[in-house]
């Protein structure tokens, strides 16, 4: 074997394990499983060192050469603490095992130190047998802790443990037994072991161990691809240095234009290969960010979230819940599962609500993990009660997961989540992504309530507006009658008088009634499946009652127009104003008029198919005199009017109706030529909605 490579992979484990004791260090010195595992790394990083060294400068160092050897006999013995620590194994047989080695170890050494292991292999021998067996003692020491666990969770991180280090102590072990001579693949395996038990040592969830693994898997295939396509455009040519470079420099090149493309692929297929679940997760959570993002009614929020989680099939409780007008508690808007608290006091559940505060997801299983150590190392006065008050809100609201709505440090609501299939349900990437939800979830809260703040806006600023005019309009009859009844004060009755009184009156009364059902918060519509065309003929027959042989009617109705689900009243009142104003239009002009009521069928984008939305148009056509620009942008204000004794309130009203009905009304006027007014409502297509016009031009 190549020594150089022995050098270097020694080179490089001396590197990293150095990195890993000074990381878990930095992390906390004052830990005493963080000073064992950097004490193992540190004999292991003397022992790579003074390994190199040794190979390098050969048999001419017997010096450096027995340094290396004890610094072997060394390395059973920091191992052992560290798992012995790891574990917490106090007992009496853990403890005598390792003063059964420490004793070895002292013996071998003397032996080293003497030079007897040069004068005879026994020695060599004994060394090499005492490493093994103390290695696989300190992984006996995790199988006894192993057996008396309960935990599931915690059986899974030391099962992981047990068959990774096996792994890795046997093929470290391998290396150094004569003929094999592969050193490069116990130093490499080693240095993934520590890397895993650094791992483990910090991330007490199984489910982030399991990421961990599954990434591990995803980068050693990509890097194998990467190796392999080197090696196939390579490895033929390193005889003849001229075609090496040439090879290596167009290796290069390949994999610089291969690589993004290709660790994209790798990853995509490695990752739904191994975290199916995750990604299809994530692809929820995405959805329900982006249609939480489009609410501004927060009523909405919690039928949103808690109708895409369940979707996703992650969830089988969970319950949103909003802070109360007052601040005093929190109530649950909506929930899955079975019933969870539906009050949360502020006062009583103060502990678990800081928590919420301060953190972005509060974990059941976390909890429960730190309630434990507390037990065991001690806690200040008030911290378990504590800790105990938080538990039981977590249990009184069927919560594993707590994710709170956090605005300017306020706690705007919270959702709780639990699948109750599983123990540890949600990893730390997942965590991360349901904390991006809750966030989206603040801010349409924050929209929300800026929203009511400008629609309360504009509401007063549109009652001001509305009691200007209504002002207006009742001051006009008023004024009328007043001067109506001063002539009649003292003198005989009039009955131009006594008629200008009664019309002043109707006419207040209808502004007042007109005013009233605009005013009238939105009544909701009676909706039932609508005849357009039938509903569009009744209303023209009251027309042509009102308004006799002036001017003309003429109907265009689509032969089959689909029925809508509409209010038919609520539509005769809108044909109804449409139509009248419509005539009076062509009655100021002077001249009798054509009135053309026109239905018609527009597909909506993708209508051909079954259940989707179509548009039904109702077009009431005049000749009139037409609407100029300034007046028609003001035409649905309400008591906008441009009529001598007309109200204004006829089309905002219509306009407000046909609103309520999910349709809209549009407005198109050529000056001297006339205007239409058109009612737009949504229909549902069936297979089939053949579209067919009756022949133009029928007179009514």
């Given at each position: ?231 196939t455009l390579v490895v033929w040519w390193r005889k003849e240095i001229d075609l090496f470079v040439f090879n290596t420099l167009i290796a290069s090149i390949v994999l610089y234009i291969l690589y993004e493309p290709m660790r994209v692929f790798v990853e995509e297929r490695m990752n739904h290969l191994l975290f199916r679940e995750r990604y299809e997760f994530e692809a929820h959570l995405e959805a329900l960010r982006r249609q939480m993002s489009t609410l501004i009614n927060v009523e909405d929020l919690a039928d949103t979230i808690l109708r895409r989680l369940e979707t996703s099939r992650r969830v089988t409780h969970a319950a949103v819940y909003l802070l109360e007008e007052y601040g ?373």
């Amino acid at each position: 074997m190549d020594l150089w490579i022995r050098i270097q992979s020694a080179l490089l484990a001396a590197v990293i394990s150095s990195a890993l004791a000074v990381t878990i260090l930095l992390r906390n010195r004052r830990n005493r499983l963080y000073q064992l595992y950097a004490t193992f790394n540190l004999n292991l990083v003397a022992w790579y060192i003074s390994d190199a060294l040794s190979v390098y400068l050969g048999a001419s160092t017997p010096f450096l050469d027995k340094v290396r050897v004890l610094v072997a006999i060394m390395i059973p013995l920091s191992a052992l603490r560290f798992f012995r620590a790891f574990v917490s194994d106090k007992s009496l047989l853990s403890d005598r095992m390792y003063r059964l080695f420490v004793a070895m170890a002292v013996v071998l050494a003397v032996l080293v130190v003497a030079d007897v292991h040069r004068e005879t292999e026994l020695v060599d021998r004994a060394i090499y047998g005492y490493i093994c067996i103390a290695l696989y003692v300190s992984l006996y020491f995790i199988y006894r802790r192993f057996k008396r666990l309960e935990s599931k969770v915690e059986r899974t991180r030391l099962q992981y443990l047990m068959v990774s280090g096996a792994v890795a102590f046997t093929l470290a072990l391998l290396d150094y037994l004569p003929g094999i001579g592969y050193y490069f693949f116990g130093n490499i395996l080693t240095i993934l072991f520590l890397y895993f038990v650094f791992q483990i040592i910090l991330k007490l969830r199984v489910l982030d161990l399991y990421e961990f693994l599954g990434r591990a898997i995803v980068m050693a295939t990509f890097s194998f691809v990467v190796a392999g396509i080197y090696v196939t455009l390579v490895v033929w040519w390193r005889k003849e240095i001229d075609l090496f470079v040439f090879n290596t420099l167009i290796a290069s090149i390949v994999l610089y234009i291969l690589y993004e493309p290709m660790r994209v692929f790798v990853e995509e297929r490695m990752n739904h290969l191994l975290f199916r679940e995750r990604y299809e997760f994530e692809a929820h959570l995405e959805a329900l960010r982006r249609q939480m993002s489009t609410l501004i009614n927060v009523e909405d929020l919690a039928d949103t979230i808690l109708r895409r989680l369940e979707t996703s099939r992650r969830v089988t409780h969970a319950a949103v819940y909003l802070l109360e007008e007052y601040g005093l508690a929190y109530s649950a808007q909506a929930y899955m599962g079975p019933l969870p608290l539906r009050r949360l006091d502020r006062v009583t559940h103060h502990p678990f609500l800081r928590r919420l505060r301060d953190q972005a997801a509060v974990v059941l299983e976390n909890l429960e993990r730190e309630r434990k150590q507390l037990e065991e190392h001690g806690a200040p006065p008030g911290a378990v009660e504590e800790l105990d008050n938080v538990l039981a809100t977590m249990t009184a609201l069927h919560s594993g997961v707590a994710l709170p709505f956090i605005a300017d440090g306020h706690v705007l609501g919270f959702l709780t989540i639990k699948d109750d299939r599983l123990r540890e349900a949600y990893s730390s990437e997942e965590l991360r992504l349901l904390a991006g939800v809750a966030a989206q979830a603040t801010l349409a809260i924050e929209n929300s309530r800026l929203f009511d703040k400008v629609r309360d806006r504009d509401r007063l600023a549109a009652l001001g507006e509305m009691s200007a005019g209504l002002a207006h309009e009742i001051r006009n009859p008023l004024g009328a009658i007043k001067g109506a009844a001063q002539l009649l004060e003292g003198g005989e009755p009039d009955p131009e008088m006594l008629r200008i009184i009664v019309d002043e009156t109707n006419r207040l009364n209808t502004v007042v009634s007109e005013f009233l059902d605009y005013a009238r918060p939105n009544r909701k519509p009676n909706l039932v499946e609508t005849d357009v065309n039938r509903v569009v003929e009744l209303t023209l027959d009251v027309v042509r009652a009102d308004n006799p042989g002036r001017h003309e009617i003429q109907t265009r109705l689509m032969n089959v127009l689909p029925k809508v689900q509409s209010d038919p009243e609520q539509l005769r009142h809108v044909f109804l104003n449409l139509a009248q104003n419509a005539m009076q239009a062509m009655t100021a002009t002077a001249q009798s008029g054509t009135l053309t009521v026109t239905t018609r069928l527009v597909e909506s984008r993708g209508a051909a198919l079954e259940g989707e939305t179509a548009l039904i148009r109702i077009e009431f056509a005049d000749v009139g005199a037409g609407i100029p620009d300034e007046v028609r942008k003001n035409l649905f204000i309400p008591f906008f009017t441009t009529k001598q004794r007309g109200t204004g309130l006829g089309l905002a009203l219509s306009l407000r109706l046909v609103r309520n009905l999910g349709g809209n009304i549009e407005v198109v006027s050529r000056p001297g030529q006339g205007s239409t007014f058109t009612v737009v409502l949504p229909a549902r297509l069936s297979p089939v909605s053949p579209l067919v016009l009756a022949p133009t031009g029928n007179p009514s």
